[in-house]
C-alpha cells in the first residue's frame, strides 16, 4: 500500500504571497489533517478534513484553509505569507477522523517565507 | 488541553533495552496515550497507543501506570535506526468525532553502537 506523499518537498515564497501544499493519502485512508511544525518544536494541529468536510481547527488564523477532494486528497492553502510561516508542513491521513489506529504522516513541505 | 510531560533527551546503547518515560497527569478518562517518533527529515511515524492496560507491538512495548498519570515507551533491544524524536501525545476528543494530536517537544533518543 502506498504512504502519505506530499509536494512539494521544498518551497520558498515571499511575504504576502499565496502557496498551495499537496497531499495523497495513504489508500483507503478518508481523513486527512494538517500539521505546522517549525523548527525544533512539535507539530501543531492546524485542521482535518473528513468527507470533504472541516471537521476541527487548531489556533490558527482564517487565511489558513484547505480541501478534501473525492479521492480523498487535500490541499493546504495559506495566504498572505508571513515569516513566521516558514516550517515543515505535514500532512496525515488516517482511516476514520479518530484515527484509533494511528495517523500516517506524510514527509512534509518545507515552506521558507522570505 | 491534556499535556505530557518527556525528559528532553536520552541516551543509550545500541542492543540495550530503552525506557522512555512520559508523565501525563491531567490525563481524563477518555484520552488514549499515543507515542509516535520523528527520524530526521521525515514526518512522524505512529509507534503505539493505549488506554488502560499495557500493549505490545513489533515495535515496542507500552507499559502505563495503574492511575494513568505516567506512561513508558520501552524499545526491547535499541538500534541505531532507532534514533529519533519520540513524542507521547494524548489523543483528545475536539468537537465531534475529530481526534487531534497534541504534540510536546519530545525526547531526542540519541543511540550510541
Known amino acids: 500500500e502506498t504512504g502519505v506523499t506530499q509536494s512539494p518537498t521544498h518551497l520558498i515564497k515571499t511575504r504576502g504571497q499565496q502557496v498551495t501544499l499537496r497531499c495523497s493519502s495513504q489508500s483507503g485512508h478518508n481523513t486527512v489533517s494538517w500539521y505546522q511544525q517549525a523548527l525544533g518544536q512539535g507539530p501543531q494541529f492546524i485542521f482535518q478534513y473528513y468527507r470533504e468536510e472541516e471537521n476541527g481547527r487548531g489556533n490558527f488564523p482564517p487565511r489558513f484553509s484547505g480541501l478534501q477532494f473525492p479521492n480523498y486528497s487535500s490541499e493546504l492553502n495559506v495566504n498572505a505569507l508571513e515569516l513566521d510561516d516558514s516550517a515543515l508542513y505535514l500532512c496525515a491521513s488516517s482511516l476514520l477522523p479518530g484515527g484509533r489506529r494511528g495517523y500516517t504522516f506524510g514527509s512534509g513541505t518545507r515552506l521558507t517565507v522570505v | ?113
Open chain 2, 1 to 113: 488541553d491534556a499535556k505530557t510531560t518527556q525528559p528532553n533527551s536520552m541516551e543509550s546503547n545500541e542492543e540495550e533495552p530503552v525506557h522512555l518515560p512520559c508523565n501525563h497527569s491531567t490525563i481524563s478518562g477518555t484520552d488514549y496515550i499515543h507515542w509516535y517518533r520523528q527520524l530526521p527529515s521525515q514526518g512522524p511515524e505512529y509507534v503505539i497507543h493505549g488506554l488502560t492496560s499495557n500493549v505490545n507491538n513489533r515495535m515496542a512495548s507500552l507499559a502505563i501506570a495503574e492511575d494513568r498519570k505516567s506512561s513508558t515507551l520501552i524499545l526491547h533491544r535499541a538500534t541505531l535506526r532507532d534514533a529519533a524524536v519520540y513524542y507521547c501525545i494524548l489523543r483528545e476528543l475536539y468537537g465531534g468525532a475529530t481526534n487531534k494530536l497534541i504534540f510536546g517537544t519530545g525526547t531526542l533518543l540519541a543511540v550510541q553502537p
